[in-house]
């Protein structure tokens, strides 16, 4: 393996020690939309290298070599490790794959659930429901056309121009579809554990996406605030949002509200250039071993055949 190998795994570090503050500084969408392309990269990126790495360890040994028609001497070239050392990559290749598959499991029992729960509020030519029901709650349900769900307990606590706020942030979700990202970098952290601080980044960053487009459609960033706050305060011990689902009070209440006392997120083009370009240097890195690793197999295979 090259110098160059090792990029998905110094992105994987990089992602986990700056996962949060890169959602933090970036705009919200940006943020959303690179750091779950950089998350879902880095886990194929690393888990394709370590199983290359696997591979390439375990194949000279010489019932592989056999079956393979291949040089065990050439594909081991200067490597000094023994071939059983390929197990322990192809351990951790085996679990990441099995924690990887269970979550892929879950959202799409999660999401075959929120369908159902859809079906079951009927059709809304708006997408808005109302549930009668004495406990404060909104969130939007993913699906085919998916549901913006208000409990009348949650209406009765804000004022008119709160509500506005609020069901403009559930409709930010729901336009956007950002249950998409939140689980695909929750697949993503699966695959490689170091991407769980990212995935939180994007969870975050989701909501502040639909924060912003609440406070543009009010013109007053002080009453999203408020709105934010009152029903964070309403909905407060109370837990019914299906596990799919995203709601305006669930994540980091105080960090958007500091954000949105602040004025509009300005573009950061250097640092999302920066982040695009690390992102690329990762996927560009698998490639390369890919490439690399074809090549000495293949020298090894005619090494083979010219020694028969």
């Known amino acids: ?16 020690v700056s996962g949060g503050w890169l959602g933090r500084r970036l705009p919200p969408a940006t943020a959303t939309r690179l750091l779950t392309v950089a998350s879902l990269v880095t886990a194929l990126a690393t888990g ?35 071939a ?48 009668d029901d004495d406990r404060p709650d909104a969130y939007t349900v993913p699906g085919l056309t998916g549901r913006i769900v208000v409990s009348t307990a949650m209406l009765r606590a804000l004022p008119p121009d709160e509500r506005r706020v609020l069901l403009a942030h559930e409709h930010s979700h729901l336009h956007h579809r950002h249950h998409a990202y939140t689980q695909l970098a929750d697949l993503a952290a699966a695959a490689n554990p170091l991407l769980r601080s990212a995935a939180a980044a994007v969870r975050l960053a989701v909501e502040r996406w639909a924060d912003e487009d609440a406070a543009a459609t009010s013109n007053n960033r002080g009453v999203a605030v408020r709105a934010l706050a009152r029903a964070g305060l309403a909905r407060s011990g109370t837990v019914t949002m299906p596990s799919a689902a995203l709601g305006a009070v669930h994540t980091d209440l ?16 250097v640092l999302a250039g920066v982040l695009a370009a690390l992102i690329l240097a990762t996927a560009g890195a698998a490639v390369d071993t890919s490439h690399a690793t074809e090549r000495r197999f293949e020298r090894a295979q005619a090494t083979f055949a010219h020694r028969r």
Do not use: K, N, Y
Request: charged share 10%.
């Open 48 to 82: 394709f290298i370590l199983a290359v790495v696997a591979f390439t360890l375990l194949a000279p040994m010489p019932m592989l070599a056999a079956v393979g028609h291949w040089s065990a001497t050439v594909v081991r070239g200067h490597d000094p490790l023994p």
């Open 84 to 131: 059983a050392t390929g197990l322990l990559p192809a351990a951790a290749v085996a679990g990441l794959l099995a924690a990887a598959l269970r979550r892929t499991i879950t959202v799409g029992l999660d999401l075959a659930a929120a369908e159902r729960t859809c079906r079951r509020l009927g059709s809304a030519p708006t997408g808005l429901v109302i549930v």
């Open 1 to 16: 393996m090259t110098a160059v190998a090792l990029v998905p795994f110094v992105m994987s570090v990089l992602l986990a």
């Open 254 to 269: 105080a960090h958007r509200a500091r954000a949105l006392q602040q004025p509009p997120p300005t573009p950061r083009p």
